[in-house]
């Protein structure tokens, strides 16, 4: 993984920046919920406050008996099917041990007020309303009450089918005479569904149930106040309720008084369009995930139920939030209790739809991606370019390093970067001095063997004069040998010597060797000619072409060259063998190459061959110059000196090893620079 | 009356061995340790040839200014160079000191005899009119054996001892090629391949100083070289 790739990595941490501003969207925007929750609740208070004030026929107190509004037409059969629109809605008015034995319901269209009542009864006393029996019968008594005027009824029926209950006080004013009705059974109990006419409505309402069976279990009501669906009340909240806003009045048992308005879409001021269907996305799942309100108070129900009415007819405003009709609404409620005279009366639920905050929020979240994506791709761009540069600068600094180790460990050039003041100076700074430590130690190397030559010139100077001189002095001849032998030596030393140095005289010789115009295969020929004598009984192959093949160079550097190479084929070549000397042009110049039939060359030695110092011969036979192995290094000295390469390779039979000289020549020198043969 | 001869050399074991050997020789040596000593003494007497090293003591080429004085003073005053380095040669060549021959130092007592024997000879031939027998002329080349001395067009070449005998070795039979071994036996000196090549060179360089157009001295590739007949 390049240096780059990881800072682009680290770049990836400013996704952080992106998270962290969503937080605060939510922050903020959960801020603006308050306040708009706030906002709601003041508004509801005000309006529960108007309507104290202005002596709206508010919910009575204690308990009540719902009338619904019925939208079927009801028959009365004594069944229930009919009254499946208001089922969840039966009040159980059973005694405290089993609220479920008696059930309610009340329901009114234009002319009657219907009842029903479902009892349950395993056991059964049947007797008819007017049977004097019927005080041991089971039965259901009620007592209506209107304008001052009471009057109770009692419903029983000898056998199911059509009943009519007589009151028993004659003062009943604008009551009933008589209650008509009908009464079905079955093994669980018995139901009763009867109708008054709604003029003949009572105000107020209390029940008692009798069952003979388990007596006990009378149950018996409070007089309960019939509560209806007030449209006047309606109209009253429509003043004084917020735009754009339901606002439904509901009594102390949640039965719904009053509604108005509906959950509309607010259109923010000053902005034309609805926030888009991604806006609302985002701001469904990305801001407002949890949406703790009761859904179910979208629709209309004839008693509202939810939490937030539950406290708040407990005397403590309420606020939550919904999701809307449509994707991305949020919804707001607030339940404010309806008090009077210190006492609830009911509750005031205002619900209001909110596109503000989603529009908001999205303004926000897009500027919040627009910052983050331009911050990320600055941050990214900056890293970006940063890595660049420094992977730039290190490359340098490793091409510097390779370009200043040549091949053979000579150093030529500085190494860059160093004077930059960063860490990659320091660096560049101690890859120069690792780098000057190693060109002084390889240059001490190299000139090693000629300074030791050149301090060793002088005593030997000293003990062969002394020789020389010792030999004129009268001595014994057993004495005489010994001087011979020291000679012996000696002469072998001074050959050693003059070896060692030879390298670098070469190099010197080499570079200062001048330039001409000469014709290559002349060169080849002739002194593949000259061999024949030297290589017999060896076989030397001539393969150079008759044409003129010119360059510009120094002749008798490349003969020393061929000398070398012939010299070092004829000592691998078995007798009898060949040696092939060729010529070729090639692309960049010409091609030299000797060629011998012999033990191919060993595997390790394949870059070190032109080294100095390398040889692969045995050691020197007794009384021989030893081969110190500059042959080959003179060969790649002149090879490189006329701008090509030297290189060895087995050839592809097998038999034998072919050394190759590349050459193009030397750089020819302006006529302007070539200095005059002055005479000095 | 023996010949006088002055050793300019700071390693006192091998100045002693010269002088030692050189008085055994029959000249009138003297040893000097440095060029303050020597210069000392030479304003005093010149001697009649002089052996100097070109590194003495602390000063690696005092030996060259010492030949400089002395060739300003006296020009045929034969001079001989001793020197541990070879890339001394190509300087002295280059520095034109007139330096009439140059042996390493590993040379033997017996060839240094024999050089200052050819040196003195030279002297003296140059005193006397040259003997017709001993001069070798070929087209501008005027070789004159005893005297050691080539001229080329009548311009005297100032080639050292050395040079003047590898010269000779070609001319004496032009058109036939020398190796670099006859060459070398010719010489009297005992160097390597290269050190043959750039002692050619040099003495191109020499004949080039004179015409500009020389080309007497051919290379033949991988045998040697030979003076074009």
Known sequence: MSLR?????????????????????????????????????????ALSRSLVAINAALPPPGSAVYVHDLTVPIAIDGYGDDWSTVRPYFQALGPATDAQKVKMVLGKDAQW???????????????????????????????????????????????????????????????????????????????????????????????????????????????MTLLHYSTSLARELEQFAPESTRVRLISGDGWLVAESGAVAQVQPRGETEAPSWLARWAYRWL??????????????????????????????????????????????????????DRETRGAVLLEQTNTALPLLTDAALKRLGLVSLGVLALAAGVL?????????????????????????????????????????????????????????YTDYLRTLASKLSHELHTPLAIVKSSLDNLEHQPISSEARAYVGRARDGIDRLVAIVRAM?????????????????????????????SYRALAAPRDIIINVPDQLMPMHGAPELIAQALDKLFDNARSFTPEHGWIRIGLEPDATGMVLSVANQGPLLPAAMHGRLFDSLVSLRDGAGRGDVPHLG??????????????????????????????????????????????????? | MPRSIAIVEDEPLIRANYVEALTRFGYEVRGYASRPEAEAAFAMRLPELVIIDVGLGDEPEGGFDLCRGLRSRAAALPILFLTARDSDLDVISGLRLGADDYLTKDVSLHQLAARINAL??????????????????????????????????????????????????????????????????????????????????????KFLAIDAAFDGIETVHGVGYRWKP
């Open chain 1, 5 to 45: 790739q990881k800072l682009l990595l680290v770049a990836l941490s400013m996704l952080a920046l992106p998270w962290a501003g969503w937080q605060f969207v939510r922050q903020m925007e959960v801020l603006l919920r308050q306040g708009q929750e706030q906002t709601l609740i003041a508004s509801g208070k």
């Open chain 1, 113 to 223: 007020l219907h009842g029903f009542v479902e009892v349950r009864d395993r056991t059964r006393q049947r007797a008819d309303a007017h049977d004097p029996q019927a005080a041991r019968a089971d039965r259901l008594e009620l007592e209506f009450s209107r304008a001052g005027f009471t009057r109770r009824y009692w419903l029983a029926s000898a056998a199911p089918g059509p009943f009519e209950a007589l009151p028993s006080g004659m003062e009943g004013g604008p009551l009933p005479l008589t209650i008509t009705g009908e009464w079905q059974e079955d093994a669980a109990g018995y139901r009763i569904e009867f109708r008054v006419p709604t003029s003949q409505a009572p105000d107020t309402l209390s029940l008692k149930l009798v069952d003979t069976g388990e007596p006990d279990a009378i149950a018996g009501s409070e007089p």
């Open chain 1, 287 to 340: 801001i407002a995930p949890a949406l703790q309100g009761t859904p179910a108070l979208a629709q209309s129900q004839a008693r509202l139920d939810a939490a937030e009415s539950l406290q708040a007819l407990s005397g403590v405003p309420a606020a939550t939030w919904r999701a809307g009709s449509s994707p991305g609404d949020v919804v707001l409620v607030a339940a404010v209790p309806l008090i009077v």
């Open chain 1, 384 to 440: 970006f370019a940063f890595a660049t540069w420094l992977s730039v600068r290190i490359r340098r600094l490793r091409d510097g390093a390779e370009r200043a180790t040549a091949a053979d460990g000579r150093l030529e050039g500085r190494v860059p970067l160093t004077d930059s003041k960063d860490e990659l100076g320091d660096l560049a700074r101690s890859f120069q001095q690792l780098l000057d430590a190693i060109a002084a």
């Open chain 1, 501 to 529: 140095s030879e390298a670098s005289r070469m190099e010197r010789a080499i570079a200062s060797a001048d330039a001409e115009d000469f014709d290559l295969s002349e060169v080849a020929r002739g002194c593949a000619e």
């Open chain 1, 630 to 680: 500059l042959g080959l290094y003179v060969v790649r000295l002149v090879a490189e000196r006329h701008g090509g390469k030297a290189s060895a390779h087995n050839l592809p039979g097998g038999d034998g090893v072919e050394f190759v000289l590349h050459l193009s020549g030397m750089p020819r020198e302006s006529v302007a620079s070539r200095a005059p043969m002055a005479r000095r």
């Open chain 2, 120 to 205: 003195f000879r030279r002297m003296d031939a140059l005193r006397k009119p040259a003997d017709a027998e001993s001069v070798i002329e070929h087209g501008p080349l005027k070789l004159e054996q005893e005297r050691m001395r080539i001229t080329w067009n009548g311009e005297e070449v100032p080639l050292t001892v050395t040079e003047f005998w590898m010269v000779h070795t070609m001319v004496r039979f032009p058109g036939h090629v020398k190796n670099r071994d006859q060459l070398m036996r010719e010489a009297q000196v005992v160097v390597d391949d290269a050190t043959i090549t750039s002692h050619i060179k040099r003495i191109r360089k």
